[in-house]
């Protein structure tokens, strides 16, 4: 292998949507840095790599205000599907003839693997790190186990995955839907070299798995709670919206935006606990960009700004305190719209009612209020929203 002729492609061009929140997860903080900069770190440490790009969401709104790339790294915008992202930072390399082609979702990617793909590359044109299917595997239709399956063949891929520059452009140009870059080589007709993979180089698909990278990488877990509380009045001829959901009446509840309560409960509960302001900071009611906005997206945008902080959200227990709507019949749809808005788990969201037995003017019907509290946690040292 000669020096500086090799080029690194991170793909970090997912949009979080998956993951939860509208914070692409390749940019929330492990061990007091964005996700992404370890696998930047460990294909720095390689001296034959002599150019790095990494493909953001195309929309910069969901990456720039989190990470700012260090500076021997070019960014380029991805694309529609993984293969069209993976060509647009093929292009953009100016002087590799070999590429590794790695999910920024993987951050504890090692040198030595790293080394172990370039070298089946250079021997065969393709490699790809392999492990082994450790557990046994079922066929499962419609919830009844049909068959075991051989695990003698089956391997588990990894990134990254080497190839010849000229060869892989050639193959993604004219390529379908591929789930990567080994399977487009395959369907090419290429044979790919497997080389031995790491069992330590897991990828980040669920907030469960942050739990597990923040273990690995020798993080303490930090704590705290929050509370939120909010009211408004109802007001004939407005629509309905209660946890985000809409509810067929005659009157709505009056506010600058939606008046949606309990969103709103709950965006200041996350406020409180991560030390971030308040919901009226925010979005002060004199900004008319919040003139009926959609409390959906107020509780999106505070949860990108939570989880750039590093925490992650544990627990959400709502009571809604009204004499209409009824709760118990909407439970489940608003616990599963809260959960969409959130990026949590439904089961550690829970939703109940209850009035005042008459007092006041929400006991007279006149109004609703929500009072909600959460539990947020983060390991220790992953404060902060960009990388210093």
Known sequence: MHKNTWGAVIVAAGSGTRFGSGLPKQFLRLGGRALINWSIDAFSAIEEIGEIIVVTPSDSDLWEPFWDPPSNVRTVAGGLRRQDSVLA???????STMVLVHDAARP??????IRRVMKGATDSGAAAPVIPVRDTVKNVTSSVISGTVSRETLRKSQTPQGFALDVLLDVLRTAGDVTDECEAMELAGHEVLAVDGDPGNMKLTDPEDLMILESITGGNMESRTGIGLDFHPFEKGIPLVVGGCRIEAESGLSGHSDGDAVLHAVADALLSASRLGDIGSLFPPEDDR??????????????CLVLAQGWRIGQIDITVIAGFPKISPIREIMIERIAGITGTRPERIWVKGTTTNTLGDIGRGKGLGCMVMVRISRGTGTEGTKDS
Not at 89 to 95: C, K, N, Q, R, T
Not at 108 to 113: I, M, T, W
């Open 108 to 113: 504890l990617v090692c040198g030595p693997l």
């Open 290 to 303: 919040w003139k009926g906005a959609d409390s959906a997206i107020l509780l999106e945008k505070v949860c």
């Open 89 to 95: 930072g093929l292009l953009a390399l100016e002087s």
